[in-house]
């Protein structure tokens, strides 16, 4: 189940209607996983600074079960970079992104850990 958070100094107003849909639906693809399994959140209106200036910027985390780590990480970051770019205008430059590979036993869904996802 991955999970995709971005925190940014952006105000709401400038988050697409659209953007957690969108997102889920980028993830769901790089990550091949089913869309109704990945999480987005979005943190807006925060004071965050990258590379000491305040400019638009943002930070973000993809958080997955069995599916992060060494070249799939490599393959996973321009497709969102681009993405991030693309409905949020921010650039390459200001937006840092963290892989956070995760336990199954570490998150739940439903009621239950998800000890058991399938690979």
Not at 26 to 42: C, D, F, M, S, Y
Not at 85 to 110: H, P, Y
Request: hydrophobic share 40%; proline share 5%.
């Amino acid at each position: 189940m991955p999970l995709f958070i971005i925190d940014t100094n952006l105000p709401r107003s400038k988050i697409p209607k659209t953007f957690t849909a969108d997102a889920a639906e980028l993830i769901a693809t790089i990550t091949r996983r089913e869309k109704n399994h990945v999480g987005v959140l979005v943190n807006t209106d925060l004071i965050l600074s990258v590379g000491g200036s305040e400019e638009p910027a943002a930070m973000g985390k993809l958080q997955a079960i069995k599916r992060l780590g060494g070249e799939r990480n490599n393959q996973y970051t321009a497709p969102i970079y681009e993405f991030i770019e693309k409905t949020l205008g921010i650039k390459g430059d200001r937006f840092v992104l963290e892989f956070q590979a995760i336990q199954g036993s570490e998150i739940a869904l439903g009621g239950k850990t998800l000890a058991d996802y399938p690979e």
